[in-house]
C-alpha cells in the first residue's frame, strides 16, 4: 500500500460524513437551519438556560465557533440570550417560541434520517456496528487525549 492508499473503512467515513451533511443541509433549509446547527439546538432545547462555554463543552467545539452558531440562531429567531444577573460577562441561552414550535419536526425529521441510514441491517448488525463505532471512538479519545498520532 502506498501513502496514497487509505482503507475502504477509512475513505467510507469521509463518505458517509459527506452524504449525511448534503442530505441534512436539503431538509434542514426548509427549517432556515444549517445541519451543523442541529445539535446546538437540541442541546439548548435540553439544558434551558445553559451558557456558551457549557454549550461549547457538549458539542466539543470551541467557544467562538460557538458564538458564531449562537449569532447565526439569533439572527433566524431560534434563540434569545438573558445575561446572568450575578455576572454580566456570562448570558445564558434560550430557544424561542419559534423554535420550541419546530423542535418536535426536527426529532421527527432526524429519527426518519436516522432510521433510513440504517435500514436493512439487522439488530445483531447493529449491536456488531455500535461495537466497531465504540473502538473507533475510544481510539479517537486515547489519540486526543495523548495529543499525538
Known amino acids: 500500500m502506498n501513502s496514497n492508499d487509505f482503507s475502504l473503512a477509512f475513505l467510507l467515513f469521509s463518505e458517509i460524513e459527506k452524504l449525511k451533511f448534503q442530505i441534512l443541509r436539503s431538509e434542514m433549509e426548509k427549517y432556515k437551519l444549517h445541519p451543523g446547527q442541529i445539535p446546538m439546538f437540541f442541546i439548548i432545547n435540553k439544558f ?8 461549547a463543552e457538549h458539542m466539543m467545539v470551541n467557544t467562538s465557533t460557538v458564538a458564531i452558531m449562537l449569532k447565526r440562531l439569533e439572527k433566524a429567531g431560534f434563540v434569545k440570550k ?4 450575578n455576572d454580566r460577562r456570562y448570558f445564558h441561552v434560550y430557544l424561542t417560541d419559534k423554535a420550541k414550535g419546530i423542535h418536535d419536526k426536527l ?3 432526524v429519527k426518519e434520517f436516522e432510521k433510513m441510514c440504517f435500514s436493512g441491517l439487522s ?6 456496528l455500535e461495537n466497531l463505532l465504540k473502538k473507533i471512538v475510544n481510539n ?10
Open 82 to 85: 438573558e445575561i446572568d444577573e
Open 140 to 149: 479517537l479519545e486515547a489519540m486526543k487525549d495523548e495529543k499525538t498520532f
Open 48 to 55: 434551558p438556560g445553559i451558557t456558551q462555554k457549557e454549550i
Open 107 to 109: 426529532i421527527k425529521k
Open 123 to 128: 439488530d445483531l448488525e447493529m449491536k456488531e
